[in-house]
């Protein structure tokens, strides 16, 4: 079984610019997660998805969003772009079995920002 | 909130040989899971094991094994016959049980483990 794949691997923008990223969790997850690691603050939660619908969000502004599409696939977006924002962001899924959500994530290779 | 300390920001240890690292926990939840993840130069986060909160065994994965004391919040992972593949950051996580933080995985601040051939 395939895993968790995220796309694109690099990305380099500017200030002010947005971004989006993708993943696709393991086939049968419909749980989606995406965090944020960076040197300074380790590995931040951001926000999980389920049924295309966002069940919990960390502590982060607004300019950070996301979605999940039928296929369970998800997207995070960032608005104007900060320095700040440069980090890894790593997508996991899990299992979701009926409504019982499993205990195990898995993780993506992420997808490393670099902000100009 | 949950927290979880990792005292031990680098390690080493000589392959072959055998490596424990430490993780300390706090929450008030009495139902929980705790796992270790590795992270090596690859930046991709693997799975290394998983430990429920009510089972008084200790999880064990081949080479891996963990040393979990209930009482005392403490969960330490041991490495037996280190290989050069091992050499990575592991990061210590908890994850909330029926209620609370169950949505999310709260992490250390990673322990970097160095093989020296």
């Known amino acids: 079984k395939a895993g968790v794949t995220q796309t694109p691997r690099y990305l380099i923008k500017t200030r002010g610019q947005q971004v989006t990223l993708s993943c696709s969790p393991i086939?049968?997850?419909?749980?989606v997660s995406w965090y944020q690691q960076t040197p300074g603050q380790g590995l931040q939660f951001l926000f999980e998805?389920?049924?295309?619908?966002?069940?919990n969000k960390g502590n982060f502004p607004g300019r950070f969003s996301g979605r999940q599409f039928s296929n369970s696939r998800s997207e995070m977006n960032v608005s104007t772009l900060e320095l700040g924002d440069s980090a890894l962001y790593l997508c996991?899924?899990?299992?979701?079995?009926?409504?019982?959500?499993?205990?195990?994530?898995?993780f993506g290779p992420g997808t490393r920002l670099t902000v100009l | 909130a949950q927290t979880v300390t990792q005292s031990q920001p680098e390690m080493s240890v000589q392959e072959a040989e055998t490596v424990t690292l430490s993780c300390t926990y706090d929450t008030s939840e009495s139902d929980y899971y705790l796992f270790w993840y590795k992270q090596p130069p690859s930046r991709q986060m693997i799975l290394v094991i998983r430990?429920?909160?009510?089972?008084?065994q200790n999880a064990t994965e081949n080479r891996f094994s963990v040393n979990f004391q209930k009482a005392a919040k403490s969960f330490s992972l041991k490495i037996s016959d280190s290989q050069l593949g091992d050499a990575a950051m592991y990061f210590c996580?908890?994850?909330?049980?029926?209620?609370?933080?169950?949505?999310?995985?709260?992490f250390g601040k990673g322990t970097l483990l160095t093989v020296n051939p």
């Open positions: 086939s049968g997850h419909r749980s």
């Open positions: 996580a908890y994850k909330g049980g029926s209620g609370g933080s169950n949505y999310k995985l709260t």
């Open positions: 430990q429920e909160a009510y089972k008084q």
């Open positions: 998805y389920f049924s295309e619908t966002q069940r």
């Open positions: 996991a899924s899990s299992l979701v079995v009926g409504t019982a959500f499993t205990d195990t994530q898995y």
